[in-house]
Structure formats: C-alpha cells, structure tokens
T-cell receptor, first 115, second 113 residues
C-alpha cells in the first residue's frame, strides 16, 4: 500500500506570496493532519481534517488554512508569506478519527523556503 | 494542555550496544497513547513504537522496547543491538482525546562504528 505523499517536495517563495501544499493520505485513511517543523519551535500542530471538515486547529494565524476533498486528499495554504514561515511541513494520515488516537503515518514533507 | 519533555538533546551509542532515550510527559487525561517516531536525515518521520496508556505491558518491536511508567509519566525507548541505521532524530509524542500529536523537542542519536 502506498504511503502518504506530499507535493511538491521543495518550494522557494518570496515574502508576500502565497503557497499551496498538497497531501495524499494512505488509501482508506480519512483523517489528515498537518504539522510545521522548524529548528526553533520543533514540531507544531497546524490542523486536522476529517470528512472534509476541520476538526482541530493549532495556534497559528489565519494566514494558514487548509481543506480536505471528498477523496481525503488535503491541501494547506499559506497566504502573505513571512520569512518565519520557512519550515518543513509534514502531513500525516490516520485511519479514522484521530480522537481515537489511531496511529498517524507521515509523508516525506514539503520544505518551504521564504526569501 | 499536554506537554512532552525530552531533556537530552543528543546521545551517542556504540554499534551493537544498548541505549535508552528518555521522555516524560504531563497530562490530566486518563486515556491516551504514546509514540516514538524516528526522523532520519531524509526527514521522513517513521513510527518506531506505540504504547496504549491502558496497557500495563510494555510495547516491543524487534530491537525496540519501551519502559512505560504511567504513575511517573515516563516513557523511555530502549534500542538494543544498535545499528548504524538507527542514527537519527527520535521524537517522543503524546496522542490524546483532542486528536493532535504533541511532540517533544527530539533527541539526536549517533551510532559509533
């Protein structure tokens, strides 16, 4: 079974631009979560989607948004990019409601660099 | 809010030896799960082992085992017969009712040949 895939793997943007990252979960998984990883802050939870609905949101500004499609694929959008948004963005999928604490399986990440 | 603490930023182990990585957590929930993830230089986060809080028996996966002390809120990972491929960053993570994972800061493990 194919793992979690994320596209693109690398992105370079300039301040003020916006960016969209994509995540395809493991087949049959319905929950997708997004995390930001930086050297200073470590791994921080962004949001989780299940059945096209955002179930949980971390402490990030409104510039960070996401959505989930009927096939469980998810996109994350960051508008008005800032230098501090440079990070590795990780997507994770799980079988059902993560509230049941199904194991989350991670994709390879998208490395975003903001210049 | 839940917190996860990994107080050792780095550790080193000789190949074929055993090493233990420490993790403590804080929570008021009674039902939760704990995880160890491995992140090699490729940055792909890989699940190493998972422990359900309601289970008294410590989880094991081949050379990897945990020492789960619920009362002490401690969750350490033991790697036996360390291999060069075990070199990576290891994250302890907490998963509770609100579905998100809370991660520790991670520990960089190096393996000496």
């Amino acid at each position: 079974k194919a793992g979690v895939t994320q596209t693109p793997r690398y992105l370079i943007k300039t301040r003020g631009q916006q960016v969209t990252l994509s995540c395809s979960p493991i087949s049959g998984h319905r929950s997708v979560s997004w995390y930001q990883q930086t050297p200073g802050q470590g791994l921080q939870f962004l949001f989780e989607y299940f059945s096209e609905t955002q179930r949980n949101k971390g402490n990030f500004p409104g510039r960070f948004s996401g959505r989930q499609f009927s096939n469980s694929r998810s996109e994350m959008n960051v508008s008005t990019l800032e230098l501090g948004d440079s990070a590795l963005y990780l997507c994770a999928s799980s079988l059902s409601l993560a509230g049941t604490t199904d194991t989350q399986y991670f994709g390879p990440g998208t490395r975003l660099t903001v210049l | 809010a839940q917190t996860v603490t990994q107080s050792q930023p780095e550790m080193s182990v000789q190949e074929a030896e055993t090493v233990t990585l420490s993790c403590t957590y804080d929570t008021s929930e009674s039902d939760y799960y704990l995880f160890w993830y491995k992140q090699p230089p490729s940055r792909q986060m890989i699940l190493v082992i998972r422990q359900e809080a309601y289970k008294q028996q410590n989880a094991t996966e081949n050379r990897f085992s945990v020492n789960f002390q619920k009362a002490a809120k401690s969750f350490s990972l033991k790697i036996s017969d360390s291999q060069l491929g075990d070199a990576a960053m290891y994250f302890c993570a907490y998963g509770g009712a609100n579905s998100k994972l809370t991660f520790g800061k991670g520990i960089t493990l190096s393996v000496r040949p």
